[in-house]
């Protein structure tokens, strides 16, 4: 990145620099824009494969697929996850679907408007050409998965069945009970083991990288822990391909699995990886509430519970305390079909959430205390109950029921449920552009590790069809026209590079251990998450914006002064995998509340006090803010901010209005 | 409520472990057992004592990476995930025992934290179907009654957790296997690989040392997504027509 | 752990642990069938002396002239000496191999759902086996009268002296009733081990099958020995 010259520092916290711009998206109309990316790409020859190596980080939806359709290619794959299996990957959690482009309702759907509807849904933050490619490949992935035995729910004819999701008025999700994430990793995980077998993948579990390699400004390798022995390795290869997932545990409370970390996007955003957009934030309306101080994660109840389920707070604080059970039906607040009338229930996951903030901050929250709040509110399938019968109702979401009772130990199909929203999703990540290459040649991003489909908020069941239309369609392609330059110049073992990378790897770890001060890795992990969910959370403002920074950064100063991480680091210390995951997440925490505080404008799950409307409602800027805001690691310095502007030919940029 | 917990500590693979004993006081019911241990281990921590080391990621009972015994029961008394089970299932002066997964085929690392990538090579060895990316037909070309695809999802639902082998007096990983075996046999895309599939896997199965089954049911008892024993049945009878047809 | 290691040589089905089990299943299937024919023919044992008496000479002479004499019962002979080598065999590499698969046991296991049937099979088998050594040397091989007397060449005096002896009769119905709980899981099994008890229905009538096989077995079984004892059979 060049700089300006007089590089004005904004706010104090940041500078400005140069704009930057996708280069990749061929100049045609969208319709043709991915044939013709995906004829230019150039090819390698098939023998030249095995010749060419891969590192892919992570073995979700997006890692395993790629790996997998890598390694079918016959390319050279090492594939790292930090789990025991690639099969533990966090994308086995997604309950309710993947969307895709098939129209088999005849209900209207077709490529241009799962296009429209993700782009609407992203509230216009969201980069036109790749969106339209995802739409576009979204059909093969339906038709791939069912060759590779994933059971889709199906109807007694035996094709296949679709539902609604969030926000969408087109039966266009296709799902396995509340399982669907699961059964297409696993999908994915067979695929790629099938090329262990054959010899083209290398799994590499219980691994986690700790630094890129950056050699004549070209990703060449990583350096990777081995968790069990804790060793350094070094790993080389022609081109690097993180698909680490997202950085919601920022917050210590999400639905991500306890191990999901920002390590592997932070440690190439240090590097040059331009991080983009990493204020946007999805908070999932539908999760079971906080129960107390202990709590390690929260546990999200699929939305599509939202198809059949009504949502309802008391119109009178008096009643939150009530049994839900004796509280009639004129005294119930059925406030998101109040507010939204055609959409009702359904209405997209932002305004979902912040209706039900909204409600709890009004007093009518309900649940039991926690601290001196109610954080709670009633989903209720009564009705779906008296329609379709306790056992339809078994069947569509028994696991999820079943699941909530477990948890909670309360009987849903008897008491309302309640919810309350969590962090669920984060749709910032590094920037890439048509190719998923970040600013780092060679270095690719794919799935919810990069920023590129789902602007400033996501759609139901769109997450696991981008990383599956990245790992399987996508990335093969684009990566191909960059390995068709290589093999690339050998890299020593002992290249400056590669040994001042495993260097800094080494002090890190020896710096962590040698601390030896007070509190816990989860403390600091706490605490930031209490300051991320207060000041960068649902609402923000910037005040509390401004605010979080001071606490962040006072918060990372103790933390390298007082964590205690014991034992050693050439064993299996778990305490250290954590601590090295927690100081990425404490200069990620800052980097997130000044992205925040410089976007000045509401939009999708990046909501700003100042900016909304006058009965409430997020109001976008698109005059000042229709652009993707890229950050360049400054390291002692402040970042830099690189704007991406927003161009729309193909939808029209509307303000957003679910009403 | 205040417990006593016996757990199992080993500082590596190659080193003698033992039992020590812990209390941890003020343990409330809504906590999850997973939620319990990591409240032990803060106590640990600032006592200047190494934290227990043991398995979890997404503690919402699906990435089947948790996994201990408990007080003899794989995953403790309730049908579900280490991570799923909370404390209402105990009650107060409780003395609970926590031992890793045992298995000659599930190495101990350390502490709770056992080496399941047997099943990763079992899987390697035939767990899939041969489709490459691009070589799929149209989804709807092949229509799966829902009997079918009912049954195969529901073998499909393991989470590869190793309860049916920590659990087996054999050791032995025939629910796992037949999950795999039923889920691929259920399907029409399956049927071509159906008995290279099942004689490879279990070879695979045997090589990893684990044990043979004998029937009892004490893995469906185990398994948190409750698959039938019905599918080591479905398995033995893919290796039957295997067998039959030359394989 | 990035290594990774498969069998040597090609698998085939007939080397796995399944096909060691249904060596078990085919050949414990043919001493159920044996046992229910042995039990039908020792049910002759209530028709008195002359009735069991040529049932056990009819053994030896079917199939006469075609066959010698004495022909189909060596030839069962055989099979059923096969069948146990090889249930014996099959029974000991897989308990062999049980216990290498774990070879740290727990500290504390909690049984579930196992059977006292299930738990019992290779300890059972292994009692039913030291049995029926003891029973083919006492009625087949040396022919041992225990009550003392001369050993009668007459089939039917043999059994009724035996049984006379009431501890004789204890040491059979004990090993009846090890006998039930081999055949009750055995049964079972055995349908579970060929792959018949593919849905739930055909499950629990598996489970079912064992428990009535091995009640109609064990029953005929200790009527003839229960009736010498009880002096309804003289």
Known sequence: MTETPSRPLVHDLYFEGTPIKDTKAPNVSIEQMWTKREFDAKLVNPSNRRKLSVIIIGTGLAGASAAATLGEAGYNVKSFCYQDSPRRAHSIAAQGGINAAKNYNDDGDSVYRLFYDTVKGGDYRSRESNVYRLAEVSAKIIDLCVAQGVPFAREYGGLLDNRSFGGVQVARTFYAAGQTGQQLLIGAYQAMERQVAAGTVTPFTRHEMLELIVVDGKARGIIARDMVTGALETHLADAVVLASGGYGNVFFLSTNAMGCNVTATWRAHRKGALFANPCYTQIHPTCIPVSGEHQSKLTLMSESLRNDGRIWVPKRREDCEKDPRDIPEEDRDYYLERIYPAFGNLVPRDIASRQAKYMCDDGRGVGPLVGDFRRGVYLDLGDAMRRMGKEQLAEKYGNLLDMYQRITGENPYEVPMRIYPAVHYTMGGLWVDYDLETTIEGLYAAGEANFSDHGANRLGASSLMQCLADGYFVLPNTIRDYLAGGPFKPVADDAPEVVEAQRSVQERIDRLLSIQGTRSVDSFHRELGNVMWEYCGMERTEEGLLKGIDLIRSLRDEFWRNVRVLGSADTLNQSLEKAGRVADFLELGELMCIDALHRRESCGGHFRSESQTEDGEALRDDEHFLYTAAWEYGGDEPPTLHKEDLVYYAIELKQRSYK | ?247 | MATTTSPATRPTARSTTIALKMVMAVTGAIFALFVLAHMYGNLKLLWGEEAYNDYAHHLRTIGEPMLPYAGLLWVLRIVLLVSLVAHLWAAFTLWGRAERARSHKYAVKKRVRQSLSSRWMRWGGVFIFVFLVWHLIEFTIVRVDVSGKPVPDNPFQLVVDSFQVWWLTLIYVVAMLALYMHLAHGVFSLNQTLGWTNTKGTYARAKVLGHVVAAVVVVGFLIPPLAVLFRLVK
Not at chain 2, 121 to 126: D, K, L, V
Not at chain 2, 167 to 177: G, H, I, K, V
Not at chain 2, 179 to 191: D, R
Not at chain 2, 194 to 218: L, P, W, Y
């Open chain 2, 1 to 247: 409520m205040r417990l006593t917990l016996k757990i199992w500590r080993q500082a590596g693979p190659d080193v003698a472990g033992d039992f020590v004993t812990y209390q941890v006081d003020d343990v409330s019911g809504d906590m999850s057992f997973l939620e319990m241990l990591d409240v032990l281990n803060e106590q640990l921590n600032s006592e200047g004592k190494e934290p227990i080391a043991f398995d979890s990621d997404c503690r919402e009972g699906i990435c089947g990476m948790c996994g201990l015994m408990i007080s003899g029961l794989a995953h403790g008394p309730e049908v579900t995930t280490t991570c799923q089970l909370h404390m209402r299932s105990f009650s107060d002066g409780d003395t609970i025992t926590v031992e890793p997964w045992r298995a000659d085929a599930f190495p101990i690392i350390r502490d709770l934290i056992v080496d399941r990538s047997a099943f990763d090579r079992i899987i390697q060895a035939g767990g899939f179907i041969t489709v490459n990316t691009g070589a799929a037909p149209e989804a709807h070309s092949v229509p799966v009654p829902k009997a079918n695809a009912d049954r195969a999802f529901d073998s499909a639902k393991c989470i590869g957790c190793g309860a049916c082998v920590a659990a087996c007096p054999n050791a032995s990983a025939m629910l796992f296997l037949g999950a795999k075996i039923t889920h691929l046999g259920e399907v029409p895309q399956g049927q071509p690989e159906r008995d290279s599939r099942v004689v490879k896997m279990v070879a695979q199965h045997d090589h990893e040392g684990f044990g043979g089954c004998t029937n009892i049911g004490e893995c469906s008892a185990a398994c948190p997504k409750e698959i039938p024993q019905d599918v080591i049945s479905t398995l033995n009878k893919d290796l039957r027509t295997a067998l039959r047809h030359g394989y």
